[in-house]
């Protein structure tokens, strides 16, 4: 069974100070993976998607790499607008459709 | 550009109630759709999704349907409701081919409570 997992649930950042969000995957068949930002009440907004090992995608503070393994969301210097839930899914093929296995979110406050 | 819509933003239905969301995409031909729900403190579970009209592929046995009568509308439904029906209801659709189809946009969401 395809599986992805977010650590840590949650990160509380002092404004400028940068980290990195990590994602764990095992899909069969991996054709992607992807990050969206989901903001309260909303639905997830995409990021990126990262085809192969080694791969990187930038967007203004966030940065993300894909391994084998594991995929990571760099945050540079973030801002208190970077505060959302960031969500990562391994992208599977199943009878003609696209499937997403996600994982439950790292939830980042960025403080002042 | 594309724009996905669900509607409505919320709802609140008794247990027993039926159920009817709506996805609407616009911008784009053939789509493929899906339908989500997010519960608190979980990951997004895949519910249905569908590569044409009429063309509707079930993930999880459950108390929900859907249905795509038009090339770029989603419809999810149930004759009954449950408690364990509420939750947050994401629609999403991709490109119909190529690279690009691997790339889900979603919708707004509706938030459904059953009591």
Do not use: M
Not at chain 1, 20 to 27: A, I
Not at chain 2, 11 to 39: F, K
Not at chain 2, 109 to 115: A, E, K, P
């Amino acid at each position: 069974e395809d599986q992805v997992t977010q650590s840590p649930e949650a990160l509380r950042l002092q404004e400028g100070e940068s980290s990195s969000l990590n994602c764990s995957y095992t899909v069969s068949g991996l054709r992607g993976l992807f990050w969206y930002r989901q903001d309260p009440g909303k639905g997830p907004e995409f990021l990126f998607t990262l085809y192969s090992a080694g791969e990187e995608k930038e967007k203004e503070r966030l940065k993300a790499t894909l391994t084998k393994k594991e995929s990571f969301l760099h945050i540079t210097a973030p801002k208190p607008e970077d505060s959302a839930t960031y969500l990562c899914a391994g992208g599977g093929l199943t009878g003609g459709g696209n499937k997403l296995t996600f994982g439950t979110g790292t939830q980042l406050k960025v403080e002042l | 550009s594309q724009t996905i819509h669900q509607w409505p933003a919320t709802l609140v239905q008794p247990v027993g109630s039926p159920l009817s969301l709506e996805c609407t995409v616009e911008g784009t031909s053939n789509p493929n759709l899906y339908w989500y729900r997010q519960a608190a403190g979980r990951g997004l579970q895949l519910l249905f999704y569908s590569v044409g009209i009429g063309q509707i592929s079930s993930e999880v046995p459950q108390n929900l349907s859907a249905s795509r009568p038009q090339d770029r509308q989603f419809i999810l439904s149930s004759k009954k409701l449950l408690l364990s029906d509420s939750g947050f209801y994401l629609c999403a659709w991709s490109p119909a081919s190529g690279r690009a189809s691997e790339t889900q946009y979603f919708g707004p969401g509706t938030r459904l409570l059953v009591l």
